[in-house]
């Protein structure tokens, strides 16, 4: 048999939709599973034995290339975990002899947002597995997953050392997101990367793609002694990073769920959104950090400014808060 599954995009996205693949696997371990997703997401991918091959959506490929090429793929069973009309479309075209869709919760996020009310609702990982359990899947233990190859290990390992690390502790920092109101104040995060390096005498490492350069160099101004690893990792060589510390600070965005799959612990600070639209520390794998307030949730996905003016969601997390989340995590388990 042979099985496709859609998850093209985000980063985030498409590291909790790996849930799915080792108790696909286990439940059809004969068969060739394919994971159809856009290339410059699919380094989450790399090196994941449980998937058969990767179909990648390339930069510059048409629609119509792509769904031509998943028609002569001839699937038995296509199930689509991302669920939007393009998706649809695909799956529509692909001819695929059985369709599978995860059913998304658009209308109780809509209702949060108007009501500004926590929605009832399954985390999305689960929302991912009951899609499969649709093929029979037992998905008992599952949880997204990545395994960094020997290379991105190894030069996570050379880059700290080049780093003057010494050995001990290191607590990962992820100032950026896609949008300025999930980021929580770069003050902030050169407070508790001050507090953690003068009081547990640890190492601070901060990570982010290019775009996260601006708010790098000011987490920077205020706390010269972080390890900067911003613009310098593709996705395998920051889980290897990410996989080397022993907790992690991030915003709601990509790193918080990349550090969970390489069984990192993170503090994850939600300011606009809310863990309840199932993007929340998954399995044991970290600590929301919130503040329940009238306006709050203003947005799915983060906007470019606070509606209300005041981004009082962001500013009253303090980094002692912060900080004694990191503690308890160093303290009872980095590594779930």
């Known amino acids: 048999m042979k099985i496709g599954i859609i998850r093209l995009s985000s980063l985030g996205d498409v590291v909790l939709a790996t849930a799915v693949l080792k108790v696909l696997r286990q439940t059809y371990p004969r068969s060739e599973i394919v994971f159809i997703v856009r290339s410059q997401y699919a380094g989450v991918l790399k090196n994941n034995s449980y998937l058969s091959r990767v179909i990648e959506w390339k930069e510059g490929e048409s629609f119509k290339a792509l769904a031509f090429g ?10 689509d975990l991302h669920s939007n ?3 649809r479309s695909l799956t529509v075209l692909s001819g695929a002899k059985r369709v599978i869709t995860y059913k998304k919760n658009h209308v109780s996020r809509r209702l949060a947002l108007l009501r500004k009310s926590k929605p009832p609702g399954l985390h999305v990982v689960d929302r991912y597995l009951d899609a499969v359990k649709l093929m029979g899947v037992d998905t008992s233990g599952a949880a997204p997953a990545m395994r960094p190859d020997v290379d991105d290990i190894v030069w996570a390992d050379g880059f700290l050392l080049e780093n003057d690390y010494s050995g001990g502790l290191v607590v990962g920092i992820a100032p950026g997101a896609r949008r300025k109101t999930k980021m929580w104040p770069a003050q902030k995060f050169a407070e508790i990367a001050n507090e953690l390096i003068s009081s547990k005498n640890l190492s601070v490492v901060m990570v982010g793609d290019e775009a996260d350069a601006e708010v790098g160099n000011k987490v920077l101004e205020g706390s010269a002694q972080v390890i900067n690893a911003i613009g310098q990792t593709d996705i395998g060589r920051l889980s290897a990073l990410l ?16 550090a969970a799959a390489v069984r990192t612990r ?8 809310i863990e309840e639209f199932g993007f929340a520390p998954y399995g044991g794998g970290g600590i929301a950090i919130s503040r329940d307030l009238y306006c709050r949730p203003c947005s799915l996905h983060g906007t470019v400014r606070c509606p209300e003016g005041h981004f009082r969601c962001m500013e009253e997390i303090g980094s002692e808060e912060v900080f004694e989340a990191v503690e308890k995590i160093l303290e009872e388990a980095p590594n779930f």
């Open 266 to 273: 993170a503090a994850i600070i939600f300011g606009p959104t």
């Open 243 to 258: 996989s080397r510390c022993d907790a992690v600070v991030s915003n709601d965005s990509a790193p918080a769920h990349i």
């Open 70 to 79: 998943l028609r002569k793929e001839d699937f038995d069973v296509l199930i």
């Open 85 to 87: 009309a393009r998706s």
